[in-house]
């Protein structure tokens, strides 16, 4: 197993924000992820990469436990998000996941308006006092979410009706308005052509200064772009952890070096 | 020649120019069948398919056509007088054609010589003491006349046959000639075994729909002949239902109001029973049970589904009645007289309904994608807020058709009815009473001696007709929200 180092200059300004010891997942009789043990900064990027089921995703999951709600699988080690174990018996994972928001792979608005989209979660949180609190929390997450400007004259026309990108952009103001203290993508570009990923690219760039986003991308050139710490993951080890641009430079492992150069994966 | 040989005969023919064929093709291709254009098994079913379909289409017209054409040559021949004061010519022809049968079946029993079946002038009682001695059903006293006719009759008849016999050969055996000279190599076989696959697909498609077009039609053209006898405006606003047996129309109160009331009474009580427990034993199987209670907990719900309706019946009859009765009835509230009530036919009935909105909704439920639920969860909803405020709204369409298809079967329901609801036609709100519907009253119109030129048995068909309105209005109504709201959500 190969923890690596933390770069200094990073330990400097920026706190630990999430620290897996250990973790191994399993579905079923599959062994998905082998002890991975890493730490996550607040306030930063990280991306998440290695060829398609290497466990990547599975890992993000874990941080906010959306694994629970997959019946064969099984979490074992610790996960701890600001010093607390996530996955203690009196952790309710609902109130984990108002923390940790999710974006996922297709954009997934629900079939309700616009406002009702992003209005969703502060709701059942109850975040807003009153109707008008509400509708500022609204406009600043659709803000947050770079598409204020698109769908403010149709606040009340339904989500779905909007084109991919602006779902997906729809869909981060949604996990925006709950005021997560992380926000985990799965994949959010790939179903998104290039100048709507353009646009969720910059968008994560600016959320990196209130939120510790983590990405899992299969574009390296999208890891390149929009983090500052990149994890490679093979066959469901993490193999190295460090700088986006000492992994994508001076990678130490040779695996790293042959995912990135595109010679496996 | 009997009608089963016939068809063996063209079976063979057809098997015979399968081979034929297959090996006619796979000579001009010098026996190597990569030289054929089709696979050889398609030049053989060409032929057969030409040896079939045509000679097998003529002998259903002739099955169909011949009788009607022999019964009006042979009716023309019946003398005026020889039709007896009080029955008709239809009713003389029927004993026309069951003495022709008779004599065809005794001649072949040998019972009867065929001269003296066949001899115009034989003497009718000699022949219906040998009918009756070869065990044929001679109903009445034969006459001359009728003698004659049926002798005539089978003359034809068996002409006839001889006739079609010889044309569906021909017809088969050209079809052969047909099919083995364009058993040749550069043939498109294939193509044409497509196009009959498709025109036989298409054929059973078109007997559906007819078949639905005819119900349709004699539902319109009796119920028209109803309104002709009785006022419409009395049937749709009539509020008495009291059907009289007299034969007099006149006396006879059919207004359709009562009846309509106690469908919609009992059809509302059923639904208000089934939608709630469905829905939610949708929830349960779709969203929480594990794998393993849902893989057993469904089929047993389905099972509900398979109990013939004349069961449930019997539990409103039996059981949920005297249960009500016993609550409600005399020494209880004292709101219920007997057992049969709008209540004991609505509860069982939404019993019966249970399985049809659960099973529905469940699979509804299902088909709202996964991401919706990760969507929800991932903001940190639980699981019931996550139903009630995603997952059902995007099945709402779905599940309110599953609603509607339920409530047109509630309306078309019967036997439930007919045990537990009681017959009288009442017009009332107390749900202990006893109430009928619709579909009781068609089954209680028609059965006995229905006599069908008088209003009181053609009411069925209005009925039946008002019925039909109402659930094909339902059903589409059901479609049109299934449809409308359908891709919103994909």
């Given at each position: 197993?190969?923890?690596?180092?933390?770069?200094?200059?990073?330990?400097?300004?920026?706190?630990?924000?999430?620290?897996?010891?250990?973790?191994?997942?399993?579905?079923?009789?599959?062994?998905?992820?082998?002890?991975?043990?890493?730490?996550?900064?607040?306030?930063?990027?990280?991306?998440?990469?290695?060829?398609?089921?290497?466990?990547?995703?599975?890992?993000?999951?874990?941080?906010?436990?959306?694994?629970?709600?997959?019946?064969?699988?099984?979490?074992?080690?610790?996960?701890?998000?600001?010093?607390?174990?996530?996955?203690?018996?009196?952790?309710?994972?609902?109130?984990?996941?108002?923390?940790?928001?999710?974006?996922?792979?297709?954009?997934?608005?629900?079939?309700?308006?616009?406002?009702?989209?992003?209005?969703?979660?502060?709701?059942?949180?109850?975040?807003?006092?009153?109707?008008?609190?509400?509708?500022?929390?609204?406009?600043?997450?659709?803000?947050?979410?770079?598409?204020?400007?698109?769908?403010?004259?149709?606040?009340?026309?339904?989500?779905?009706?909007?084109?991919?990108?602006?779902?997906?952009?729809?869909?981060?103001?949604?996990?925006?308005?709950?005021?997560?203290?992380?926000?985990?993508?799965?994949?959010?570009?790939?179903a998104l052509d290039p100048i709507a990923t353009g646009q969720v690219e910059e968008l994560i760039d600016e959320l990196r200064g209130q939120y510790s986003v983590i990405i899992v991308t299969h574009s390296m050139q999208q890891a390149a772009r929009v983090s500052q710490k990149t994890a490679f993951f093979h066959l469901g080890n993490l193999v190295e952890y460090g700088d986006t641009s000492q992994i994508f430079t001076n990678?130490?492992?040779?695996?790293?070096?042959?995912?990135?150069?595109?010679?496996?994966? | 020649?009997?009608?089963?040989?016939?068809?063996?005969?063209?079976?063979?023919?057809?098997?015979?120019?399968?081979?034929?064929?297959?090996?006619?093709?796979?000579?001009?291709?010098?026996?190597?069948?990569?030289?054929?254009?089709?696979?050889?098994?398609?030049?053989?079913?060409?032929?057969?398919?030409?040896?079939?379909?045509?000679?097998?289409?003529?002998?259903?017209?002739?099955?169909?056509?011949?009788?009607?054409?022999?019964?009006?040559?042979?009716?023309?021949?019946?003398?005026?007088?020889?039709?007896?004061?009080?029955?008709?010519?239809?009713?003389?022809?029927?004993?026309?054609?069951?003495t022709a049968e008779g004599l065809e079946n005794a001649v072949a029993a040998g019972g009867m010589s065929q001269a003296l079946a066949t001899d115009p002038d034989a003497d009718f009682a000699e022949v219906s003491q040998q009918l009756q001695d070869a065990g044929q059903v001679v109903t009445s006293q034969l006459t001359q006349a009728v003698l004659r006719a049926a002798q005539d009759y089978r003359e034809m008849h068996v002409?006839?046959?001889?006739?079609?016999?010889?044309?569906?050969?021909?017809?088969?055996?050209?079809?052969?000639?047909?099919?083995?000279?364009?058993?040749?190599?550069?043939?498109?076989?294939?193509?044409?075994?497509?196009?009959?696959?498709?025109?036989?697909?298409?054929?059973?498609?078109?007997?559906?729909?007819?078949?639905?077009?005819?119900?349709?039609?004699?539902?319109?053209?009796?119920?028209?002949?109803?309104?002709?006898?009785?006022?419409?405006?009395?049937?749709?606003?009539?509020?008495?239902?009291?059907?009289?047996?007299?034969?007099?129309?006149?006396?006879?109160?059919?207004?359709?109001?009562?009846?309509?009331?106690?469908?919609?009474?009992i059809s509302i009580v059923a639904l208000i029973v089934a939608v709630p427990i469905g829905l939610f034993s949708a929830i349960y199987l779709s969203e929480y049970a594990s794998p393993r209670v849902r893989s057993v907990a469904k089929p047993m719900l389905e099972i509900l589904a398979g109990i013939p309706t004349i069961v449930y019946g019997l539990f409103a009859l039996l059981t949920v009645g005297p249960l009500l009765l016993?609550?409600?009835?005399?020494?209880?509230?004292?709101?219920?007289?007997?057992?049969?009530?709008?209540?004991?036919?609505?509860?069982?009935?939404?019993?019966?309904?249970?399985?049809?909105?659960?099973?529905?909704?469940?699979?509804?439920?299902?088909?709202?994608?996964?991401?919706?639920?990760?969507?929800?969860?991932?903001?940190?909803?639980?699981?019931?807020?996550?139903?009630?405020?995603?997952?059902?709204?995007?099945?709402?369409?779905?599940?309110?058709?599953?609603?509607?298809?339920?409530?047109?079967?509630?309306?078309?329901?019967?036997?439930?009815?007919?045990?537990?609801?009681?017959?009288?036609?009442?017009?009332?709100?107390?749900?202990?009473?006893?109430?009928?519907?619709?579909?009781?009253?068609?089954?209680?119109?028609?059965?006995?001696?229905?006599?069908?030129?008088?209003?009181?048995?053609?009411?069925?068909?209005?009925?039946?007709?008002?019925?039909?309105?109402?659930?094909?209005?339902?059903?589409?109504?059901?479609?049109?929200?299934?449809?409308?709201?359908?891709?919103?959500?994909?």
């Amino acid at each position: 197993m190969y923890d690596a180092p933390l770069r200094k200059t990073d330990v400097e300004t920026k706190n630990t924000k999430i620290v897996a010891q250990d973790v191994n997942v399993y579905y079923g009789d599959t062994h998905a992820i082998k002890d991975v043990s890493v730490d996550l900064l607040d306030k930063t990027v990280t991306a998440f990469i290695g060829p398609s089921g290497c466990g990547k995703s599975t890992f993000l999951r874990c941080l906010n436990r959306m694994n629970d709600t997959i019946d064969i699988c099984r979490v074992e080690g610790k996960i701890s998000l600001d010093g607390e174990d996530i996955y203690d018996k009196r952790v309710d994972p609902v109130q984990l996941r108002a923390k940790v928001g999710m974006v996922f792979q297709k954009p997934n608005p629900f079939p309700k308006s616009i406002y009702d989209n992003v209005a969703y979660g502060p709701k059942i949180h109850g975040l807003a006092k009153n109707k008008a609190d509400l509708d500022d929390i609204v406009e600043k997450a659709l803000r947050r979410g770079a598409i204020w400007d698109e769908v403010k004259d149709r606040l009340h026309a339904p989500g779905t009706g909007l084109s991919g990108g602006q779902q997906q952009r729809l869909c981060i103001a949604r996990a925006v308005a709950t005021e997560p203290e992380v926000l985990l993508m799965d994949e959010p570009c790939s179903a998104l052509d290039p100048i709507a990923t353009g646009q969720v690219e910059e968008l994560i760039d600016e959320l990196r200064g209130q939120y510790s986003v983590i990405i899992v991308t299969h574009s390296m050139q999208q890891a390149a772009r929009v983090s500052q710490k990149t994890a490679f993951f093979h066959l469901g080890n993490l193999v190295e952890y460090g700088d986006t641009s000492q992994i994508f430079t001076n990678p130490e492992d040779s695996r790293t070096e042959s995912y990135i150069t595109g010679r496996i994966g | 020649m009997p009608l089963l040989w016939l068809i063996l005969i063209v079976l063979g023919i057809a098997v015979a120019g399968f081979v034929l064929g297959r090996g006619r093709a796979l000579k001009s291709a010098g026996g190597d069948a990569r030289n054929l254009h089709s696979l050889p098994g398609y030049y053989g079913n060409n032929v057969a398919i030409k040896v079939i379909v045509p000679s097998m289409l003529v002998m259903l017209v002739w099955l169909v056509v011949q009788p009607l054409v022999i019964d009006g040559s042979v009716s023309a021949t019946i003398p005026e007088g020889a039709v007896p004061e009080n029955s008709s010519l239809g009713l003389v022809m029927s004993e026309v054609r069951r003495t022709a049968e008779g004599l065809e079946n005794a001649v072949a029993a040998g019972g009867m010589s065929q001269a003296l079946a066949t001899d115009p002038d034989a003497d009718f009682a000699e022949v219906s003491q040998q009918l009756q001695d070869a065990g044929q059903v001679v109903t009445s006293q034969l006459t001359q006349a009728v003698l004659r006719a049926a002798q005539d009759y089978r003359e034809m008849h068996v002409f006839g046959r001889t006739i079609m016999s010889g044309v569906v050969l021909v017809l088969a055996l050209a079809g052969l000639a047909w099919g083995l000279r364009e058993s040749h190599k550069a043939f498109r076989a294939r193509n044409t075994v497509e196009m009959s696959i498709r025109a036989l697909l298409i054929a059973a498609a078109s007997i559906a729909i007819l078949t639905t077009i005819g119900i349709v039609l004699s539902l319109i053209f009796n119920t028209i002949e109803f309104f002709k006898l009785y006022p419409a405006a009395d049937f749709f606003f009539g509020t008495t239902w009291s059907p009289s047996f007299s034969g007099r129309g006149g006396s006879s109160e059919l207004g359709v109001l009562p009846l309509l009331w106690g469908t919609f009474y009992i059809s509302i009580v059923a639904l208000i029973v089934a939608v709630p427990i469905g829905l939610f034993s949708a929830i349960y199987l779709s969203e929480y049970a594990s794998p393993r209670v849902r893989s057993v907990a469904k089929p047993m719900l389905e099972i509900l589904a398979g109990i013939p309706t004349i069961v449930y019946g019997l539990f409103a009859l039996l059981t949920v009645g005297p249960l009500l009765l016993s609550v409600f009835g005399k020494d209880g509230l004292g709101w219920m007289q007997a057992g049969t009530a709008v209540m004991t036919a609505g509860l069982v009935m939404g019993i019966m309904l249970i399985p049809f909105v659960s099973s529905l909704s469940d699979d509804i439920i299902n088909a709202v994608p996964q991401s919706m639920r990760d969507g929800s969860y991932g903001l940190g909803a639980t699981q019931s807020e996550t139903i009630k405020q995603v997952i059902l709204p995007a099945a709402l369409p779905g599940i309110v058709g599953a609603i509607l298809l339920a409530a047109s079967r509630a309306i078309g329901e019967t036997m439930i009815v007919v045990l537990g609801a009681g017959a009288a036609a009442k017009l009332s709100l107390n749900p202990f009473e006893a109430m009928t519907t619709v579909t009781a009253k068609i089954v209680s119109q028609l059965t006995g001696d229905a006599d069908f030129s008088s209003p009181e048995a053609l009411v069925a068909f209005a009925l039946g007709m008002t019925l039909f309105v109402l659930t094909l209005g339902l059903n589409v109504l059901a479609l049109y929200i299934v449809r409308k709201y359908r891709e919103q959500y994909e």
